[in-house]
């Protein structure tokens, strides 16, 4: 069988985290199915440090984001569908629409928009990652229950607890030898990197703690305007800036942390918080409802722009030893529950049966 995956780069969705969590699904499906073909088509610029199964087959769209050229993009998608006649296709963030009997599967889930809502009804099914997604399908878009299913993607096993001899050797490495949060982000959001700098300053403050706060900028590098505000930073000396680690180093990190930030609106996009809760870390996260059905008691929930919240929790983490050590427990049970959910096996079930319908 040969899948053909979409993934088109539109002016508004720049957020790379969408593209990797795009080719953590097909990498996961090729892997897992060695004897069928994928194919991922797209319009964006592909980072090399990412290594793809033999089975998949990348041809790049060139783009320049201008109206005209999103036209002729669209042209090119359709012509290469036309070319290799794949069995099915998996659209993984905006939809093409096909006029054609291939079966298709929409990954992720569509803004609310109005003309959008048309597009749906050629999807044979569609994967979202959380209940509140799945009602708003059947509210907004009157989309019929039984095409929607819920999935998680499991995180890639490189994320996963480390011995203690392997965290001392992180904390050498990236907080002289201390204990750190560790702070994550995925997309360019300058408030939010206020509020965590502002929090750690209340924290430092309230402690006098020699602890230090790691921001890992995961995809990008940390933009000018957050560099500038750390310049002038009353505690600099106790932050370290990591810049698009490979996974294998920034799961080394997030394994190390005494507890982790990380905030987030995008909440249709989840792998992070699985990656976070499979190696059992203490989470600090957005106070949204779909966050809280995927990390339930394991997290302690903040306004993402309110520094006192985020300023609490942090410290409530260090003081409560015991708190601490029930969400790493929790953490635990979920990314066990998760890891034994057999997420790929099902969405290559969901495959199957869409192409024999």
């Not at 993934?7 to 790379?16: F, S």
């Not at 080719?23 to 610029?45: D, R, Y």
């Not at 408030?191 to 990008?220: C, D, G, N, P, Y």
């Amino acid at each position: 069988m040969l899948v053909a995956c979409i993934y088109w780069n539109t002016v508004k969705n720049k957020d790379e985290l969408s593209f990797y969590q795009a080719a953590e699904l097909i990498q996961k499906l090729a892997k897992n199915q060695p004897l069928h073909k994928f194919l991922l088509l797209t319009n964006k610029v592909i980072l090399n440090n990412l290594n793809w199964n033999s089975n998949v087959q990348i041809i790049q769209i060139e783009s320049n984001g201008k109206l005209a050229k999103k036209l002729l993009e669209v042209i090119q998608f359709k012509k290469q569908i036309q070319l290799f006649q794949p069995q099915i296709i998996i659209h993984c963030n905006e939809i093409i629409p096909f006029k054609n009997s291939i079966p298709q599967i929409l990954y992720f889930h569509l803004q609310s928009t109005k003309k959008e809502k048309s597009k749906c009804f050629n999807i044979q099914k569609i994967i979202v990652n959380h209940l509140h997604s799945k009602e708003q399908l059947i509210d907004d878009f009157e989309v019929e229950e039984n095409k929607i299913e819920i999935l998680h993607l499991p995180p890639s096993s490189g994320f996963k607890p480390l011995p203690l001899q392997e965290t001392s050797i992180i904390k050498d490495s990236y907080a002289d030898s201390r204990e750190y949060f560790l702070y994550i982000i995925t997309s360019e959001n300058n408030e939010q990197f206020i509020t965590v700098l502002k929090a750690f300053s209340q924290f430092k403050k309230w402690q006098k703690s020699s602890m230090k706060l790691i921001v890992v900028s995961r995809f990008t590098q940390l933009s000018n305007i957050n560099k500038e505000k750390l310049d002038s930073y009353k505690f600099k000396e106790d932050v370290v800036i990591v810049e698009q680690p490979n996974d294998e180093q920034y799961a080394k990190i997030l394994a190390s942390a005494y507890a982790t930030i990380y905030l987030s609106q995008n909440c249709n996009l989840n792998l992070p918080w699985f990656e976070i809760l499979q190696t059992h870390q203490p989470l600090i996260t957005s106070d949204l409802n779909e966050i809280k059905e995927i990390a339930r008691d394991a997290a302690l929930f903040v306004n993402d722009n309110n520094v006192d919240d985020v300023a609490a929790q942090m410290q409530s983490i260090y003081k409560d030893e015991n708190l601490r050590s029930k969400l790493i427990n929790k953490a635990k049970s979920i990314a066990e529950a998760h890891l034994q959910s057999n997420s790929i096996d099902k969405f290559w079930q969901i495959i199957q049966k869409a192409v024999q319908v």
